[in-house]
């Protein structure tokens, strides 16, 4: 029996072409349809593997000695995909083959650990023995060394600033402080096993809820705090009991996967890691609102969160868990791909709707609220894929679990996405309420090269830009929108001391001002002059008037744009003139870009004393502009200087400087 899917012998009469209630417990818990010792321990072993890789005790040296299997968690992850992840599987499937040891050796391809900077990613079980960067290269020596010899590969094993190697899995800092819910099966099953969900309590929430009166469902989900995860931080019950209490028989579930800020994967990492969690929350939330039919709304820029979707569908059909007539509980619900063309306003909800309509996806006036006239002017209940992906969790473990975790009005766990100027970037999963100075130093293990932090960029191009001084500000709902900024979709994104707010300013409003549909004229028109500003700032030709004009345009596009989009696209700009006031009054009274990073304020002159006349920079100087003689100080003609920077690079004796 390679799935807990598969019949465990010719006797087992819970199949998929008769599914009932008591399927999926003969499957975890069975045989239940009959009695025999041989198939429960079969049964038992398959769930202690899958389950294995999620205990968090160390293992001792003897686990890895005396191992009579092994289970190779390969990441098959977007992010281990582009790095080389193909080539590994392929030759370690080579390697145990070369070693005769496939019956003793499994190799299961994973989603995303989240560690995405180490990968590719393989992680050893039993032992939670992490190896990063592997190669194909590396295949022999893990199966020589550590399946056959028993020993750890001690040149693949992650390391800590001071060079000491870690061994297992839950003790790396990345993720020894992450408290992983939503991620909690990414990179420990199968994503493509409907066996291996089950075996980690798979589709336990829908079982649960299928036994509770519908209003009972969106009681507990209300009682849990949830909020939406996409953005708004709407409370998740509430919003299902208005879809509920909405007049008219014919309703729909829509998940949006339409992940279009800069740097955010988290709805994609869950996709591929674990799509069976979603359409779980979405068969929950179906059958709470009385809905049959569901959307997924994902771009088509994730092909593999695409097919992997399409096969949990297709595995959830097979065995009766979606369809007609679920598991002969009288509930039908049937889920669909909608692959969009991404549009950063697609994540709009009425944007969304129109884009699945078969329209150009552009925004439209509320009210009416999509619970009331949604998707084909039906009551519709639209959730993000991390706010679908908790559901189960809540149902299975109940809303005082979930509610016990996180802070205030902010409860459960929130996914981001650690980008920028972090030594350890990927994804991390952290209660609600730890504060910005954990997440960046103690996860994301502090600013590369050494350099100093400047700010945070968080919510994604909707969210704002927090200084150094407010480190300790507590990650919640309330607590960021008081800082300017926003938990939005979950981007984190981190600046060192070389970034210059200014541009960063610009480059976030020149996403949304080209992202915008062009539906409303102070999105449209207003974000293009608050852009301009900007540009003319960073070339040296701002005026006093220019910040004075930046907050007014901010504030009426905030208070008159159309849709979520427009509303919040001067986020960034308000929050650099909030808390980086200075860098913008340097660039227009000093005609200085106090980072160094905007060309048009740069000046680039020779120091004669150090130069060594090497001619090294002369000859590099894509514009002829720099004159001398060998073995002489040369001279840099500013008024012909292009302001490249190859000059600086190629200088060996730091004798070019940069003003």
Known sequence: MKSLMDPCCQRCAHRPETPCREYLRCRTEGPLCHDDEQCRKARQGRIEAVEGAAQAQRPTQNQINESPCWRLLVCAGTGCIASGGAPVVAALREAVEQRGMSSQVEIALTGCHGFCEQGPIIVVEPGKTFYRRVSAADALDIVDTHLAGGQRVDRLLYRLPGGEAVTCYPEIPFYARQHRIVLANCGHINPEDLGEYLARQGYRGFLKALAMERAAVIAEVKRSGLRGRGGAGFLTGQKWEFTAGAPGEEKYIVCNADEGDPGAFMDRSVLEGDPHAVLEGMLVAGYAIGAREGYIYVRAEYPLAIRRLQRAIAQAEACGLLGENILHSGFSFRVHVKAGAGAFVCGEETA???????????????????????????????????????????????????????????????????????????????????????????????????????????????????????LDTPVDYETLLEAGAMVGSGGLVVMDESTCMVDIARYFLNFTQQESCGKCAPCREGTKRMLEILTRITEGKGREEDLGALEKLAAVIKATSLCGLGQSAPNPVLTTLRYFRDEYEAHINDQRCPAGLCAALLTYRIDADKCRGCTLCARHCPVGCITGKPREAYVIDETRCVKCGVCLERCKFGAVIRR
């Open 352 to 470: 969304l709707l129109t884009s699945i309509e078969g329209n150009r996806g552009m925004p439209r006036v509320r009210p009416p609220y999509p619970a009331v006239k949604g998707l084909w002017g039906k009551p519709t209940n639209i959730n993000n894929v991390e706010t679908f992906a908790n559901i189960p969790h809540i149902l299975r473990r109940g809303a005082d679990w979930y509610a016990a975790m996180g802070v205030g009005r902010s409860k459960g766990s929130k996914v981001f996405a650690l980008t920028g100027k972090v030594n350890n970037t990927g994804l991390v999963e952290v209660p609600m309420g730890l504060s910005l100075r954990e997440i960046i130093f103690a996860i994301g293990g502090g600013i590369q090269g050494g350099k100093a932090f400047k700010a945070v960029q968080i919510g994604g191009p909707s969210g704002g830009c927090l200084p150094e001084s407010l």
